[in-house]
Nanobody, 122 residues
């Protein structure tokens, strides 16, 4: 199983990036999520979306700035990131859930991508 995340890069504070994660058929009927890990910190939950796309959750620090979405026909999940801040700098990972529901719990994910680097300069 291979999840391919893309879209990371270097951006100035206030800028935008859109991450994509192609998950293949492993994402069928499964919730998906984005997590991130900054240098020297533990991996943290960022956003999650249910299989139907009708339920989403976000960590408080990104609410109103990030939007998670998915295209089930393409087996792809997206993370639109606006108004980026230096503290958003991290490696971002996508993951496929064990169930159809959205979940903040990393234990609720079965497959993980290799990550894409997002760097926000001040």
């Amino acid at each position: 199983v291979q999840l391919q995340a893309s879209g990371g890069g270097l951006v100035q504070a206030g800028g935008s990036l859109k991450l994509s994660c192609a998950a293949g058929r492993t994402s069928s009927n499964k919730g998906m999520g984005w997590f991130r890990q900054a240098p020297g910190k533990e991996r943290e939950f960022v956003a999650t979306i249910s299989w139907k796309g009708d339920v989403t959750y976000y960590v408080d620090s990104v609410k109103g700035r990030f939007t998670i979405s998915r295209d089930n026909a393409k087996n792809t999940v997206y993370l639109q990131m606006n108004s980026l801040k230096p503290e958003d700098t991290a490696v971002y990972y996508c993951a496929v859930g064990r169930r159809s529901a959205a979940t903040r719990n990393p234990e609720g994910y079965h497959y993980w991508g290799q990550g894409t680097q997002v760097t926000v300069s001040s």
